[in-house]
């Protein structure tokens, strides 16, 4: 009976945490996919990368750039100021992983190092809120599988 109660715990927390999983879980986006943060083959090569991802409020964004390259990005204020490679503020260096914090809006970014914004490296988003209705994009991060692996291990030894 006991090992019984257990099972059913077990399983009961499971449904509960993929319950609040979509909810929890941010999604690591790696700007320009495959490609990674590099000088495009074309103009629009990260206008429709971006284009054909959906953001949320909380996901982060990854600029990795090829093993024996580096570019920088910077955040531009305005559609203006995007258009024209105008980057303000702070200028990260593409080790830095952005997350996407409140409010949802409309966001623009451009790589800082030489031309290289005006030759396609660029790219604006729209950054949803985040809701319990929202469902996770296949990038799904990993990092929670461990952690829904140790709860599991937990409830077997504590109600079994």
């Not at 103009?43 to 909380?58: C, K």
Request: aromatic share 12%; proline share 6%.
């Amino acid at each position: 009976m006991n090992r019984t109660m257990g099972s059913v715990c077990s399983v009961a927390c499971l449904l509960i945490i993929g319950t609040l999983l979509p909810v929890i879980v941010a999604v690591d986006h790696e700007v320009g996919g495959d490609f990674g943060w590099n000088l495009p083959p074309t103009l629009t090569f990260f206008s429709e990368w971006a284009r054909n991802t959906t953001f949320f409020v909380g996901d982060r964004l990854k600029f990795v750039p090829r093993a024996n390259e580096t570019h920088t990005y910077a955040e531009a204020e305005s559609q203006k100021d995007y258009d024209g490679c105008i980057e303000q503020g702070i200028v990260f260096d593409s080790s830095i992983i952005l997350t996407l914090h409140n409010p949802p809006r409309r966001r623009y970014f451009v790589c800082t190092d030489g031309n290289h914004c005006n030759n396609g490296m660029k790219f604006s988003i729209d950054v949803l809120p985040k809701s319990a209705t929202t469902t996770p994009n296949m990038a799904l991060k990993i990092d929670v599988f461990p952690l829904l692996l140790f709860i599991t291990i937990m409830a077997n030894m504590f109600f079994v």
